[in-house]
């Protein structure tokens, strides 16, 4: 595998060079369409990993030719919800260029917010009118709406706890082996403990936010799901976390 991560992996799109040099984004992989076998997104690294026959390339986001796929049309044609830091680019003319120009907003907003992951809401694609626009000012008037449409965050910092491992999952009356990918960190703001990540698999759960208890050995936390993910279901929580950390105290308010 290589060691270098890019900011930007374009899978078939052959304009993708050319206009992100423009917006000042160079360190961009070029892949044909072909050659992308799968691709793999790291939710605590906020990277996209893009297997081809020769090597497999690391990226922070990947532009491709093609949607995802979804039960959705994705939101104005770029963005689909569970599929973070990628973007699609289709269409002739003047609808490209206003995905373009939308794509490229969005990544000056990650880079105004210091953010390294985005993914557009669950709501918004779910709502979002499919008709094709090229009015200019409509573009121009939904680049405004970015940052109110997706979510934005952070990477995982070097200092944060990682836990990556099997873990016994209750929802919902059901007590499930499942293997979880959990990191946190000490907010300095409030002085809590925030962990959050991905639980993999199928859980038996029919809503958003509804409340779940992670163990791992013999420790154990409660939880909130959060929405699906392509490789299952993003879980958070806020106090002492479902596993070890090193030297930091955990401030658990009374209740």
Known sequence: MSTTVF???????????????DAGITAVAELPDPAAISRTFDDAEHTWSVQTAEDTVRGRIVVSA?????????YLGVAAHRFPNHFTISGPGRIRVHRWRYVVGCLHVMAEAQATRIEVRHRTQRTADARERTGRWYWRRMRRQIPSVFDLDSQIGVEDEVYDGPALVTLAGSTQIRRVRLSGHLDPVDGRYH??????????TRR???PVTVAVDGSSAEGRIGEPTPWGHAIAGVGAPPFPVDDVVVHVPAR
């Open 195 to 204: 962990w959050r990540g991905t639980v993999f698999g199928e859980l038996p």
């Open 66 to 74: 093609e949607a995802p796929g979804g039960p959705l049309p994705a």
């Open 7 to 21: 900011d930007v992996i374009a899978i078939g799109v052959p304009d993708a060079v050319r206009v992100l040099r």
């Open 208 to 210: 958003h936010t509804e």
